[in-house]
């Protein structure tokens, strides 16, 4: 079965500092990634996405993801945060074998201080 | 274009009772998801609906039901309502499946 790992409950960062939220997922078959963000009392946004192609993508807001297929991993990344960037970032992921289906991680609340 | 429309956003249930929560998709979307979303358990996947057909359904008791109009348009329904439903309900709407999903804003449970 499909699991997503994200390795980090909470990062507490400084404005103006990079990120990395990291994510690892388990799959034997063909997966499509995606990150969604959660702002409080709100639904998710989808952030960006991975179905095929370039391993990098990027989102409009100066966030990207690397797909690595052989460490199984989906880490977001942005080289400078901003205050308006907290909030709560999920990792999913879905396949061929979970028809409209996707599996999250528990989630990384990204903290930025000022 | 509009984005998926969940109605009510708010709702307090008293135990034993039964609800059902509305969800309209994106125009031209035909598949059709839900989660509930709880502190303990995090986002978990309840069921999935394609033209009008459940073709996933989650881990979740039969209390648990929902379907799909001929307009794409899904509710679900919770039946004989327990403390522990109480939770933030997210439908997605998306294309096709294997195409990202796009969320609406919840409908916040609260059972008391």
């Excluded at chain 1, 390795?7 to 063909?30: G, I, K, T």
Aim: glycine share 8%; charged share 15%.
């Amino acid at each position: 079965a499909q699991s997503v790992t994200q390795l980090d409950s909470q990062v507490p960062v400084f404005e103006e500092a990079p990120v990395e939220l990291r994510c690892n997922y388990s799959s034997s078959v063909s997966v499509y990634l995606f990150w969604y963000v959660q702002y409080p009392n709100q639904g998710l946004q989808l952030l960006l996405k991975y179905l095929s192609g370039s391993t990098l993508v990027e989102s409009i807001n100066g966030f990207e993801a690397e797909f690595n297929k052989s460490q199984t991993s989906f880490h977001l990344r942005k080289p400078s945060v901003h205050i308006s960037d907290t909030a709560e970032y999920f990792c999913a992921v879905s396949g061929s074998s979970n028809t409209g289906k996707l599996i999250f991680g528990q989630g990384t609340t990204l903290q930025v201080k000022p | 274009k509009a984005g998926v429309t969940q109605t009510p956003r708010y709702l307090i249930k008293t135990r034993g009772q039964q609800v059902t929560l509305s969800c309209s998709p994106i125009s031209g979307h035909r598949s059709v998801s839900w989660y509930q979303q709880t502190p303990g358990q995090g986002l978990q996947f309840l069921f999935e609906y394609f033209s009008e057909t459940q073709r996933n359904k989650g881990n979740f008791p039969g209390r648990f039901s929902g379907r799909q109009f001929s307009n794409s348009r899904s509710e679900m329904n919770v039946s004989t309502l327990e403390l522990g439903d109480s939770a933030l309900y997210l439908c997605a709407s998306s294309i096709e499946q294997y195409t990202e999903a796009f969320f609406g804003q919840g409908t916040r449970l609260t059972v008391v």
